[in-house]
């Protein structure tokens, strides 16, 4: 079942101290940004609908010290399943009561989030100018 509106809502008045935050669609859950930034997600990974904070490397021990379970997913790749981790942790339980208790957990995911934007691209992409003119190679053997 496909996360709901009212508590993509609730979960944006709970970051609201991390700045204004808007709920969008995003693969049959949601994405939750402020600043144009995505701070945290919604999904159901099979135990109902979940908040999942922003994370990195420097805060996944302060996540998992807290009881935070990791975003994990299964996806079949050469028709082998591979699990998968994000950098997205589900929210602590006592967070998920009021903005106050929240709060400190808002701040990381946007530092996060902020410390994501600022880092190179992990990936290159290359270039080109489209000639408009699409050569294909001849076969060997070809007139």
Known sequence: MAA????ADYC???????????PKRMFGGWGISTGGLTIGIIADLGSGDKLWLKA???T????????CERFTYTSTKNGEAVTRGMN???APEDA???PHAMAPWARIALDCALKAKAS???????????TGKTKMPKASGAK
């Open 120 to 130: 190179p691209a992990k990936t290159t992409r290359i270039k080109s100018k489209p």
């Open 12 to 22: 944006c008045e709970l970051l609201s101290s991390a700045g204004p935050c808007v």
């Open 88 to 90: 997205y942790y589900s």
């Open 96 to 98: 998920m009561e009021a």
């Open 60 to 67: 996944r021990g302060v996540m998992e010290a807290a009881g």
């Open 56 to 58: 990195d490397d420097a």
């Open 4 to 7: 709901n509106r009212e508590f």
